[in-house]
């Protein structure tokens, strides 16, 4: 992300961005990117409004044309009633949604965001989702980094899966779901001491794919109804059980594992 930004020089390889050479052209590239870190970096001694107007100064930006994408980009980001508010007291949803705004004060061509909504409620997680969302409609080219599977199926185009710095799988959403996971998935509790009595039962019924965590039994097929239904037929009942559409998040911990990585 750093060498995408024009911060960092590339450690090896070739990196093109925007018809330029990050090394070379950097003060050039970097004007016509936006860029919204991990943590927000806003000024909290000044207002909502003065956050936009000093950070479009240092891009030398005519002080008339600061004023008049100030109003566009609060209002975009639905700020416009705590434009003279302080920051410090912001929620995190309005903080998160004013760095977004000012990371747009340059009009850039791609905005860079390193991982945008984490620590958000489900609520503000959604707004700026929204807000994100309109600005591909505009033909903003987005780059991001996210652990939310969810958030990457909503905005991202084409994604990659990373894992211990490696690259190990690429597509659209559709494309990897399809190739790495199957149409439903089955997700089944037992009671304590009896998944493992249940899960050699379970694998003779043959799903396409089957998990044991610590407190469920996935299992993976085509028609998740039909399959429960084979699974009631051979006697096995389970304490709760839950039919469910694959997503992307299947698709992470099926590349990446279960296990937690420091």
């Known amino acids: 992300m750093r060498m995408l930004g024009c911060v960092s020089p590339p450690t090896s390889g070739d990196l093109t961005i ?14 016509r990117l936006g860029v919204v870190p991990q943590e927000d970096t806003l000024d909290n001694e000044l207002t909502v409004r003065e956050n936009l107007l000093v950070y479009g100064r240092y891009f030398g930006l005519p002080r008339r044309l600061i004023n008049e994408r100030t109003d566009q980009l609060l209002a975009f980001v639905q700020l416009t009633e705590r434009a003279n508010d302080q920051v410090e007291p912001l929620s995190g949803g309005m903080k998160r949604r004013l760095t977004i705004a000012r990371s747009l004060v340059n009009d850039p061509e791609i905005l860079i ?8 409620d489900p609520q503000a997680r959604h ?20 652990h939310y599977m969810d958030e990457a199926e909503q905005l991202c185009d084409r994604l990659v899966v990373m894992d211990h710095a490696e690259i190990v799988a690429e597509g659209t959403p ?28 379970l694998k003779e019924l043959q799903p396409e794919r089957m998990e044991l965590t610590a407190d469920r039994v996935l299992l993976y097929a085509a028609d998740g109804d039909k399959f429960l239904a084979r699974v009631h037929q051979a006697g096995i009942e389970p304490v709760t059980e839950l039919v469910r559409r694959s997503t992307l998040e299947d698709v992470f911990l099926y590349l990446t594992g279960r296990t937690l990585v420091d």
């Open 18 to 31: 925007l018809g330029g050479d990050p090394v070379r052209d950097g003060a050039a590239i970097r004007a």
């Open 113 to 120: 965001l390193d991982e945008p909504t984490t620590g958000l």
């Open 127 to 146: 707004v700026v989702w929204d807000r994100l969302f309109r600005l591909k409609q505009r033909g903003v080219t987005l780059i991001l980094t996210t």
């Open 174 to 201: 559709r494309e990897l779901i399809t190739q790495y996971s199957t149409p439903e998935v089955i997700e089944l509790r037992f009671a304590p001491g009896e998944q493992e009595d249940a899960a050699p039962k």
